[in-house]
């Protein structure tokens, strides 16, 4: 047998031994039995070594196993809202975004064909419901695009960048001259423009240029990250605002303060960067990441709980975003010691004996009473970010 084998052999007895102590889905095992059988049948998978099998990717396999093991309705072909209450009152099709995201960094990570067919099964269900991909919130399709966009990159299905077109497409109608320009936040709203409507929309914009080579793209992601640095940042201090007319007097929310906000407006400033070289856009990400990272964290290190619900979810986007911005800039091991602080917290507080997370980090969940999904997806995406800065 050689290296490789016996590496992979090493890994497959953890995902077996973790698997025995958190309770095990039929979903999960036949992950574990399909990739046992590619090494049978002779086609084997890249493999790590045993020094990049780290403790974070340990830390990832486990939150992505759980995650589908406790939360995935696998008659409803999605996820319930909650878990163990297994709740399914509304249709969260902005948290199932962020879960294709989640499921797209284990992918990623691991190249393990198994975790699509749970993206597909979301798209599926998402199409069935609405009759139709799109959604009837801006920012919900842009985070929907986003995700998908990120598994046509690694798989070049041209079914998930049609996807990515059609949301895309959608998105633009958004646009309009109310409040100086900006994408609204939704259909039946197109007066209120907010920076989760228009920061993640110049993300977008920024990656699909990456794939078409349209100008026309380009010209969208920073047309569009203009609108936000003009009318929803703070120029001295990187403060990023919510949005500006939610009530229709013209307003800025300037005292709605949330992570997520930070989180794309820092992205959006990164993919551009990445495909210009403008520094200002650089600077502006690093302005705002160093706003958040004293803004957002507590006198424990631990990064602020914005409650349950949508806002379960806004913390991991920060930390998302943060970690691109890491990547791009390593010299900023600040936001990686920011990360890994919190990787520590949420192992040894904030996690329950079930495997739920804890909107704050540091305090677990009580077994009887678990996490709803947009926390759980927050905590994945604090040890998917970690996997791939460390």
């Given at each position: ?5 016996i590496?992979?052999g ?13 309770g ?49 309705n ?13 709740k ?15 499921i ?38 842009e ?5 998908i ?13 049609n ?8 998105i ?47 010209e ?80 424990n290190?631990?990064?602020t709980a ?56 540091n ?28």
């Open positions: 047998m050689n290296k490789s084998k590496v992979f090493i890994l497959i007895l953890f995902i077996l031994i973790l698997a025995s102590a958190c095990k889905s039929a979903e999960t095992e036949q992950i574990t039995e399909n990739i046992q059988m590619e090494i049978t049948e002779g086609e084997e998978p890249e493999m790590k070594t045993e020094e990049e099998i780290t403790v974070y990717y340990q830390y990832a396999d486990e939150s992505i196993t759980n995650l589908l093991t406790n939360y995935w696998s008659g409803a072909k999605i996820f319930y809202d909650a878990y163990p209450m297994k399914s009152g509304a249709f969260n099709y902005w948290w199932y975004a962020h879960a294709i995201d989640v797209v960094d284990a992918y990623i990570r691991t190249q393990n064909s198994e975790y699509i067919k749970y993206i597909d099964d979301i798209i599926d269900s998402i199409i069935a419901r609405n009759k139709k991909i799109t959604n009837d919130y801006y920012d919900d399709m985070w929907m695009a986003l995700a966009l990120r598994l046509y990159d690694e798989t070049k299905n041209e079914q998930y960048l996807y990515v077109q059609i949301l895309w497409r959608d633009q109608k958004g646009w309009n001259d109310t409040m100086g320009g900006g994408i609204a936040w939704r259909k039946e709203q197109l007066d209120y423009k907010n920076t989760p409507a228009n920061a993640p929309a110049a993300i977008l914009a920024a990656r699909i240029y990456r794939v078409t080579n349209d100008e026309v793209d380009l969208w992601a920073k047309k569009i990250y203009s609108f936000v640095k003009d009318n929803l940042t703070d120029a001295s201090t990187g403060q990023v605002w919510d949005g500006i007319n939610r009530e229709g007097n013209g307003k800025t929310d300037k005292n709605w303060n949330f992570t997520y906000c930070h989180g794309v407006y820092i992205g959006a400033g990164v993919e551009l960067y990445r495909i210009t070289g403008e520094e200002s856009y650089l600077h502006g990400a690093v302005k705002t990441a160093d706003y958040a990272l004293g803004k957002f964290i507590d006198k290190g631990v990064f914005e409650g349950d619900g949508d806002g379960g979810l806004f913390k991991g986007i920060l930390i998302r975003y943060l970690g691109e911005l890491y990547k791009t800039s390593p010299e900023l091991t600040y936001i990686k010691d920011a990360i890994n602080k919190n990787i520590e917290i949420l192992r040894e507080n904030g996690t329950n004996n079930i495997g739920n997370f804890t909107k704050n980090f305090i677990a969940p009580a077994d009887d009473k678990g996490s709803d999904l947009s926390t759980q997806l927050s905590g994945c995406m604090l040890f998917e970010i970690a996997a791939v800065i460390n």
